[in-house]
């Protein structure tokens, strides 16, 4: 992991534009990042849905070219844009062979500073996303995380997804988008990377001059996410089987302590192959073939959370074992406690691995506050937290009450679904 | 895992027939190289094939991880009817224990190195790949092996296996894609080793023996078979050796017989409907095209770039952008051994199928009435190259591509490939169209809302 660092340099823009260069000689790629405060954490009542209708409408146009033009120019420099937001960043993202570099930074700051959001493309987009919304719960893995979100964030920001809210988008239009762009896309509210084979001198002199009209507004706050709730939603659909979410508080991400702990600790509990729950669940009972745990951190509340599909027949026996496992986990032994930390290394190298990630990475943990090496050091307290420091840190969130999102086939009837 | 499109996203490698491979010197070793149009960068490896009929592949790329993959020319389509559901089967077998780490005890070693494991099964193959930090490449070598050789497969473990793998099933047909993945496979290769669902039916799965189990390994996990693909930075000559060293069995028994020879009705035009309890219509037109083998399937990839991959894609801009009929389309060409399959997938909340239908039949037409010029011939040669270069990025990535390839045909089409993509014009595309894309020979399929069906 150090090689990737070693080779990283912050920097600033003129105007306090925070970039972090990122070198890699061999490589052919060139991606550049831009991670900004954005999602369902910043957006009012009444606009539940503006930042994915924002980002959706970013690459439908510019002063200079019309939504055709910007996807035909990205595409003949054989480049990817990837431009989205989720419940508290949003990205822009533009990865393509490396002797494109220049080109690629021309589109990605017109794309950035000039989009030009016709009324037509961000109508087109809304009536998108609208009809996104209605089929969200088409899978019904997915299905169970919006019911278990809910169960969780209760009617907060979280609890909606990132495409927003019906009624808000429906209201929403141009102008809106336009003053939310000029809100959010401003110096203080995001950071760049910039990762793969480039010559820094000339990316800096373009970007500074490419990223020169971005505005300096003040800083924006993001609203609070409230504190957890244990409830249980559930609903029903015409399927197979049974999908289950169940989960429990989590440390934020800014708790670095006992962020790393739960990362370990989610880990021994449903992280690959050879977790417990993936033992019990799959390999021992036969339960089920899609079974694990997440552990999401975001800036405030957090949650972990234990999931499993399977025969409808069986939702008392694995919401058991769940509760079981989730218990256990306090007498987790050393020896696994420590194979799980080389696990996390391993799962990070990977990630570090792609210069697209790579860059998305450094100006994730850059803007949330974390730092942009925040991996280097974040491997370092997870190789140095002992178990019991670990497990202080699970019984202070783990004692309290789960939450629980249920999707059921039709005509099954259960305790826990009435 | 099951692989249907092995190269969903048009850019990568798909999966075709290989040479026999009795053949080919032993020790050989070879260095390739290529222009890659602009950049003229080249993409060197080593190979040799071992006394024991394996093939083992290296490339290096400066990485702190290393990916071990080894890839075997087995897949479902290899199975008997009444067995369906075979090789996927044993693919999941291999990770319930082995002669030596019972048990989920491989699985514990490889992630306590920081690595991961998984498995895949497609029509033609089934590969294993293990993915861990440089230092432990020797310790993953021998675990793959292992994995391959030396299952376990106990009674208990079958039985219980068979209920994840028919729940595995039912997840299968409760999503959407999946259930019209499955249909539309079965649909153009009705009555063909191909048409069957590599997951298998319950009822297959469920009288699935131990027996037969390792009559199946027993035929195709043979060296001959198998190819091992390394990507990392690492001493080739010790991974040859231990490589070797590891692979070292006589031939067991026969040698399974590649000359696969399969007939395939070209379909008439035909449609499939299914009803769900969903929101949203899922559908599908497809094409039965040439398999990996040929030339041509260069062609097709860049035609359907043309059509149906990136925004500015025909069909995206058309349907999507400017008459907004659909919410998403796009295309795939995924080949095989055998045949190959060009896909039109769309998806859209309120509308009507015929207007989609109509719609997509106007563009195919319109390649032949208004072919591709240069410039859209160049947006699509340099998105498929720029997607080449991000999966030859990753240690995975190249094990993958490199193993994948040689496991059914050759490595030297990862090569030429973009050179003959530089080749390509506007009247290739217009020709394979014609020959290929043909309406009287499309077969669709919807997935809906019920109250559609």
New interface residues.
Partial sequence: ?K?FFETTVPDFLQGGLRVIYTHRL????FCISMCLGMGNLYEKEGERGISALTQESL?KGTQFST??EV??R???????IDVSSNFFTGKVRI???A?NFRSIIELFCEIVTLPSFPHQEVN?EK??LL??L??L????FRAAVIRFKQAFFGDSALAYPIEGRKEDLELLNEHTVRTFHHKVYSRNNCVLAVAGRFDQKEVQDLLNSGLASLPQNEAIQSFPIPQARAEIVAER?????CWLIMGTPAPSMQDKDGRAAFDILNNVLGG???SRL??RV?????????VGSMYVPFPGTSFLAAFA???PLNLGKVVEVFNREFKNIAEVERDEFE??K??????M??VI????SFASLLAFCEHTGLGWDFFASYREIIKNIRVSEALEWWDHYSTMQKAMGVIAP?HFSHPLLE | MVILSPDAGGSSAGIFFHKSMMGERMEQKRHLSASLGETGEIFPYSKRVFSSGIRVLYRYLSSPLVCLSLWVRAGSSDEMPEKNGLAHFFEHMVFKGTKHNPGVQLIRRVQAMGGNINAGTSLDTTDFYILVPREFWKEALELLTELVKDPLLSHKDIESEKSVVIQEIHMEEDEPEERLARLLYQQVFKNTSYGRPILGEPKTVGSLSREDILTYKEEYFQPSNIVLSVAGDLEENVLFSCAEEMFDSPYLSKIPEFTRSVTFLEPGNCKVEVGMDIERTYGAFSFLCPGFRQDMSYTIRLLSTVLGQGIASRLNMQLREKAEIVDTIYTTYSSYQAAGLFVIWVTFLEGERERVEEAVQTELLRIVSQPPDEKECKRSRNLLKGSFFQTMETVQGNADMFGRYDAIDTVDRICRFPVVLNSLRGEDLVEMTERYLSWDHAVSVWVGPERHA
């Avoid at chain 1, 659909?237 to 089987?241: E, M, S």
């Avoid at chain 1, 080389?342 to 799962?347: D, F, L």
């Fill in positions: 992991m090689q061999q490589s052919r790629l690459i939504a055709e996807s035909y990205t595409e003949t420099l054989g480049a990817t990865c393509g062979p002797e087109r009536r998108y009809r996104l209605s089929s719960d088409d899978d019904p659909r015409a399927i197979h089987d690959g192959m050879y993936f033992i799959r390999e021992e009972l036969g339960l089920s073939y899609q599909g399977f025969s194979e799980v080389n696990y996390i290394s391993g799962t190298l990977q691995e792609k210069t697209d039709v």
